[in-house]
Each structure stands twice: as C-alpha cells, then as structure tokens.
T-cell receptor, first 114, second 116 residues
Framework: DAGVTQSPTHLIKTRGQQVTLRCSPI?????VSWYQQVLGQGPQFIFQ???????GRGNFPDRFSARQFPNYSSELNVNALLLGDSALYLC?????????????FGPGTRLLVL | AQSVTQLDSHVSVSEGTPVLLRCNYS??????LFWYVQHPNKGLQLLLK??????LVKGINGFEAEFKKSETSFHLTKPSAHMSDAAEYFC??????????????FGKGTLLTVNP
C-alpha cells in the first residue's frame, strides 16, 4: 500500500508570495495533520482535519490555512511568505485523528523562502 | 497547557552499550505519549506509544519506554545500541477527546550518536 504522499518535494519562493502544499493520506485514513519543522528543531503542529472539519490548530498566524477534500486529501496554504517560513512541511495521516492514534508521516515538502 | 521536555539534545553511546533518552511532559488532560525516530533524509517513524494501557511499552528494534505518572516521565531505553540506531528521536504528547480540542506537541529532539 502507498504511504502518505506529498507534493512538491521541494519549492523555492520569494517573500510575499503565496504557496500551496498538497498531501494524500494513506488509503482508508480520514484525518490529516500538518506540521512545520524548522532545521534543527522538532516538528510544530499546525492543523488537524477530520472529515473535512478542522479539529485542532497550533499557534500559527492566520497566514496559514488548510482544507480537506471529500477524498480526504489536503492542502496547506501559506500567504505573504516570510523568510522564517522556510522549513520542512510534514503531512501525517491517521484513521480518525484520535489522540491515541499513530500518525503516519509523509516525506515532507522542503520550502525555501528567499 | 501542554509541553514536552527532552532533557538531552545530544546523547553519545558506544555500540553494544545501553541507551537512555529522557522525556518529561506536562498535560492538563490524560495524555497519550509517543516516541518517533527520524533518520537523516527519511520520514518520521513510530517507535512506540502509550495510550493508558500497560505502563511499560515495547516498541520496534528493541526499544521500550516506561510511563511514570508520578514523575511525568516517559523515558526511552534500549539494552544494547546498534550503529543503525543513530538518528534523531522525538518524544510526543497528544491530548483531546475529539471535537476541536486536539493538541499535539513534539519535543525538540535528541540526537543519538553511536560510536563503534
């Protein structure tokens, strides 16, 4: 079975631009979560979606938004990019997104903002 | 509030010696606790998890962790380190009972170096 897939793998943008990252969960998983991992640090939780509804949100500004589609895939949008948004963006899926469920991570999208 | 503290940013051991990676947590709710491993240029992989069942949890590759509520700790151990264990390890706490109160927090990570 295919794991969590993310696209693109790498992306270069300039300050002020907007970016959209995509994630496809493992087949049968209905929950998707997004994380930001800055170099040398642990991932930080951005959003969790389940059945197209936002279930949790981390401490990120409103420039960050996401949505989940009927096929359970998800997009993360970041507006007005800042240099500090440069990071590895990870997507993870789980069956229902419960607190005790294992998250299965994708390989990530590496974003560089110049 | 919820937080995770990994007490060591870097641990160095010799091959064949025990491994101890320390994690303390705080949570206002009954937490679930996880250890994930991240090898260079590879994705995060689950090692083990605690979800209010047995307090001693066994994971993959010979790792285990013990949940100690009184000490708010969830330390990761392995009796004998292998070269392939060299990686970054993350302690994670989650909480929430459904609805919109899901929270997840990663620790800052512990880099494990295994010397021959």
């Amino acid at each position: 079975d295919a794991g969590v897939t993310q696209s693109p793998t790498h992306l270069i943008k300039t300050r002020g631009q907007q970016v959209t990252l995509r994630c496809s969960p493992i087949s049968g998983h209905k929950s998707v979560s997004w994380y930001q991992q800055v170099l040398g640090q642990g991932p930080q939780f951005i959003f969790q979606y389940y059945e197209k509804e936002e279930r949790g949100r981390g401490n990120f500004p409103d420039r960050f938004s996401a949505r989940q589609f009927p096929n359970y895939s998800s997009e993360l949008n970041v507006n007005a990019l800042l240099l500090g948004d440069s990071a590895l963006y990870l997507c993870a899926s789980s069956f229902r997104g419960g607190a005790g469920e294992t998250q299965y991570f994708g390989p990530g999208t590496r974003l560089l903002v110049l | 509030a919820q937080s995770v503290t990994q007490l060591d940013s870097h641990v160095s051991v010799s091959e064949g010696t025990p491994v101890l990676l320390r994690c303390n947590y705080s949570s206002s709710y009954s937490p679930s606790l996880f250890w994930y491993v991240q090898h260079p240029n590879k994705g995060l992989q689950l090692l083990l998890k605690y979800t209010s069942a047995a307090t001693l949890v066994k994971g993959i590759n010979g790792f285990e962790a013990e949940f100690k509520k009184s000490e708010t700790s969830f330390h990761l151990t392995k009796p004998s380190a292998h070269m392939s264990d060299a990686a970054e390890y993350f302690c994670v706490v989650t909480s929430g009972s459904g609805g919109s109160n899901y929270k997840l927090t990663f620790g800052k990570g512990t880099l494990l170096t295994v010397n021959p």
